[in-house]
Structure formats: structure tokens, C-alpha cells
């Protein structure tokens, strides 16, 4: 068996997967070490083949510790991983080593896709935070998808859906101003969470304000200044990495930021709402315990 864990930098080379006997794959699975294909679509949140049996077809999953490589630039082409558990990045590192961000999978995303022209990694997949990751290997699920056309339609549907969010990132760069960028991520981030079922409004950064900005096109700096603003305003509220998200449709409608002496304004604005929703919702539960009493009487 695989070990549950991979080293740092590990070798391209993974055993195949052959599935065990139903008994020894159901004891597994309940182990959280194997997953057949109808609970890896359920993942991916796509319509699984039904043509094949649940025992026809099983996917191992690996460990990874916070800092591990999953796979690095240049490797060899063999695996698609599907993000079971656990938060990454996927970059690019040029000659002096400088890194930029492609993107931080998440539950349900699927890795590799990069190495299938070239047949080898294009970048670099590290763990955020411990990582439990699921192996797909590519020819095994080539050969297959040729004898069930259903479970072929599957792989191009979610390559096709990691196409369509790189180009919406490109179009987001290149038409919205800094602070809308650092908006919309968080929104992205939020809806992320809820889709992984998880609090949309309130969630822990498992990237650091340096990563985010790499990612965004932003200096480290811009990206701080903006969740300044943001909660300066009450957009959201920020301590350290956990962010409360406050206000979402202003969060996905903001354009700029308003002058800093407008944002004071704004800001004193929300707290002073807040502060009347606070006691109207007390001078409310006030009357109505006045009210009860009375009655009683």
C-alpha cells in the first residue's frame, strides 16, 4: 500500500492502482484511503458514469504535511489529484526564484492538469495546511474514458471548468482596479467555503497577504492597505488571518475606494447602524417581555 505520506520533492513515480478485493477496498475506503469514482465526481460536484461499478474503479489518496511539494516543475507527467481536504498553492518560480501564484486549490479542485500538453508539470503545487489529496492516473483514465464515453465526457468537463476560472481570473486582473481585486477574492473565497460547506462569513487565510497579492498583481503592501480600508469601512472585519465578511454586496459591486476622509465618514456610518439595529432589536425584546408580564398579570 502507498504510503500515507510523500516526501517533500517526492519522485515521479507512483505505484498503480489496482483495485483490492471489495471486502479489503470497503475496509479502505471506511479508512478514507480510497475512493471509488462515484464518491470522486461527488467531489468534484459533476454527474458521475454510472457504466461503471463502484468496485470497477478505485482512486488512493496521499498525505501531504504544510510545506510539502506535491508535485514540482519539470516532473514528469503522470497524475491528476483531486483536493479532498486541506488548502494549497500552485506557482511558478523563475531563475532568481521569485514565485508567482497561479492559484490556491481548495476542496473539490483538481491539480495537474498543466502536464498534459508538455507531459511534464508546468509548476509547483505546495501544501498551505496538511492536505489529503486523491491520485487520478492519467493513462489509467484515458484508457477507460475509451471504453466508457461517460466517464471521458466527466475529465473534459472539469478541464474545462479549471479553463474557464483562469480566464475569468485574467479578465478580473486586467479590468478592476487594486482594491476590487483584493473584493472579489475575498468573495471568491467566501462562495468557495460555503460550496465546501463550510462559514461564508467568517473563515481563516491559509495564504499569507504576500501570496494573495502575488496571485492578485498587487504588492504585499496594497493588499494590507485594502483590508485596512475594507474594515475600516465594515466591509469586513480583520484579526490577523480570520476574516468576517460583513457586507458581500458591497464587496462584490465596489469599483474604488472612496477618499480616506469619505471612508471615515462611511465607516462611522456602519457602526452607528449597527449600533441601531442593536437597540432596536433590544428595545423590541424589552416591549415584548413588558408585554408578557402585563398579560400575566
Partial sequence: MLSTQMS??????????VPPSPMEAGRQRQGRLWSNLKEVCELLHVASAAAISDEELLFQHVQFKTGQRVHTIG??????????SGFLKTVLIDEFGNEQVLSFPMKGDML?????YSKHYSCEAVALSDCDLILLPFKKL???????LELEHVLY????RELVREQAMIGMLGALSAEARVARFLVSLSDKFAQMGYSSK?????MTRHEIGSYLGLTLETVSRALSAFNEIGFISVDQRTIGIKDIDALKTLRRLPPSRARTKQGAAAALKVK?????S???????????????A
Fill in 202 to 206: 467568517l473563515f481563516n487565510l491559509r
Fill in 276 to 280: 441601531t439595529a442593536a437597540a432596536e
Fill in 112 to 116: 495537474g492538469v498543466d502536464g498534459i
Fill in 142 to 148: 484515458m484508457a477507460l474514458g475509451r471504453i466508457h
Fill in 282 to 296: 433590544a428595545n423590541a425584546a424589552m416591549a415584548g417581555t413588558v408585554q408578557t408580564l402585563e398579560s400575566e
Fill in 75 to 84: 516532473q514528469p507527467f503522470d497524475t491528476l489529484y483531486i483536493v479532498n
Fill in 8 to 17: 517533500e520533492g517526492r519522485s515521479s513515480s507512483l505505484p498503480s492502482v
Fill in 157 to 160: 468537463g472539469v478541464m474545462s
